[in-house]
């Protein structure tokens, strides 16, 4: 006679046995944000519904930076780029927080004709990574026609970077949002809260809070709601931890939904542009970099990103050559020619393990969310000092990091980089959030050992 069908409570009965007694908490479980905890195995949520995002069935858009100081040389590549099957690109400024040390030199509209020369550039999604000199940036590409030109202007993220916020901010975003050409304006980006070490939680409440007011100096300045949430964009930090990725993206979406419903809007999908993480990057062994962006682009297209783009897995090394260029495309092309990762709408719908993880980030999200609001928003809780505070009360030890302090090398090759990367900053004065590689305290110590 068969044997009848396994259920939770057997399992249970069989795990305690081969734990002998120890904790089933401790030994299979993990913790949530929240105080919840992850269990090792879920039924599947009856009714759930996928959550709204990129089309179904469409692919992500592949993006690839281009931040090459020389134009000539940047140019090259993106043509290379888009040849290899890019259609997207983001144009990184040397004025960037992010540009690392590199970045386009980008004066006038000379500068950009010849970087986007022989670029067909209504077939292409255009991101603009230019911080200070965004607006300068975009009014000499509106001089170029054709395509969808996404702002990436993002001055609360100066202040969280540099310390420094813009001065007259609020007009060169209402400037911007008059102008835009087809794609969003602002963008609230998570990338410096992620880099400062926060928690996924409380880096979804720092961004949605930056959105927030974005949406508020809008619409101050003259825009109707429905036509001011439409110039707002996100960009996300994905890293190596799939699941937490996943439903870091999904509950940013259920979140800003929340937005909507309280300003009286009905609910339109977010545009979320996605980077992998720089903070996640060893210079030790940087081939490992490649499993850790994989998993990660994986990550966020399985989370509903709109587009991808990775950083070349000798970033941290320095300025990437046509080899790592070209592995940071072709990674984003098995994931959607070969996986078809893009062909099921929010795969994660239903999964009981990844919908409580989604939840619990929400829940966290909004309580930390709360709590920058009471205290004045995101901008006075970066110029108080209160978001490092919180971030570093918060903050997790490093864990593994293979290849810099587990199964590191004994002796490292040379890595191939067009120029070598500058030296990790210091950190910065106060107000600017303290950013970071993970791996950097293992980096120089033989044997990766701190």
Request: net charge negative.
């Amino acid at each position: 006679m068969a044997e009848a069908g396994a259920d939770e409570a057997r399992w249970r009965d069989a795990v305690a046995g081969v734990l002998k007694g120890a904790s089933f908490e401790d030994r299979l479980t993990s913790p949530l944000p929240g105080g919840a905890r992850l269990q090792p195995i879920y039924a599947r949520m009856a009714g759930a519904l996928p959550i709204p995002g990129r089309p179904p069935a469409a692919p992500w858009t592949v993006v690839q930076r281009a931040d090459h100081p020389d134009i000539v040389s940047a140019n090259a590549q993106l043509l290379e780029d888009l040849e290899g099957g890019a259609n997207g690109i983001t144009l990184v400024s040397a004025q960037s927080p992010f540009a690392r040390g590199f970045g386009l030199s980008i004066n006038g509209a000379d500068s950009l004709d010849g970087l986007l020369a022989g670029v067909v550039r209504n077939a292409i999604e255009i991101r603009l990574d230019a911080g200070p000199q965004t607006l300068q940036v975009a009014r000499w590409l509106s001089e170029i026609e054709g395509g969808t030109v996404h702002y990436g202007y993002d001055p609360i993220g100066q202040l969280a970077t540099t310390g420094i916020l813009p001065t007259g901010w609020p007009s060169t975003a209402s400037v911007l949002g008059n102008h835009r050409q087809g794609g969003t304006v602002l963008t609230a980006d998570s990338r410096a809260f992620h880099e400062a070490g926060a928690t996924p939680g409380l880096e979804l409440a720092s961004v949605l809070s930056s959105a927030l007011s974005y949406l508020r100096v809008l619409e101050a300045t003259g825009l109707r709601l429905e036509e001011a949430r439409h110039c707002i964009g996100f960009t996300v930090a994905a890293d190596q931890d799939v699941f937490t990725t996943i439903a870091k993206l999904r509950a940013l979406r259920l979140l800003w939904l929340e937005i909507e419903e309280a300003c009286g809007l009905a609910s339109n999908p977010i545009h979320i542009h996605t980077e992998t993480a720089w903070r996640m990057l060893s210079r030790r062994d940087p081939a490992t970099n490649m499993l850790r962006n994989g998993l990660a682009a994986a990550a966020a297209g399985l989370g509903g990103a709109d587009s991808v783009a990775i950083l070349p897995h000798t970033a941290a090394n320095g300025l990437a050559d046509a080899h790592a260029r070209r592995v940071a495309r072709n990674c984003q092309h098995v994931l959607i020619s070969e996986a078809n990762l893009h062909r099921i709408a929010d795969p994660a719908a239903g999964s009981g393990g990844l919908e409580a993880m989604t939840q619990a980030l929400r829940e966290a999200g909004w309580a930390q969310f709360q709590a920058i609001e009471r205290q004045g928003g995101i901008i006075n809780v970066i110029q108080s000092d209160w978001l490092q505070e919180e971030i570093e009360r918060l903050r997790q030890p490093v864990g593994t990091i293979i290849g810099a302090n587990k199964y590191a090398l004994a002796e490292e090759s040379i890595v191939s980089v067009l120029r070598p990367a500058p030296a990790d900053a210091v950190s910065p004065a106060a107000p600017a959030l303290s950013r970071g590689r993970d791996a950097v305290p293992f980096e120089s110590v033989p044997g990766g050992a701190a």
